[in-house]
């Protein structure tokens, strides 16, 4: 599971057979975990986060887009 991104306690990472799926991340600090498609970017699925976290969440995706497609890119794609 390669993490893409660390932003205070979150975690950006993808799961290695997440290949067969358009890019996306996952998302997790503890036992919450929330899913992103990463272009365009919106809410695929959420555990346990609350509306503002993932308020939160979804701008820290949207500062870091490019990067997160870049590292998704590069792993998949490698």
Partial sequence: ?????RVGPYRFFCYVGDYNEPPHIHIEPDADEAKFWLDPIRLQSNRRF????????QKLIQENQAQLLAGWNDFFND
């Fill in 1 to 5: 599971m390669p993490t893409l991104l």
């Fill in 50 to 57: 609350s509306r503002t976290e993932i308020s939160r969440i």
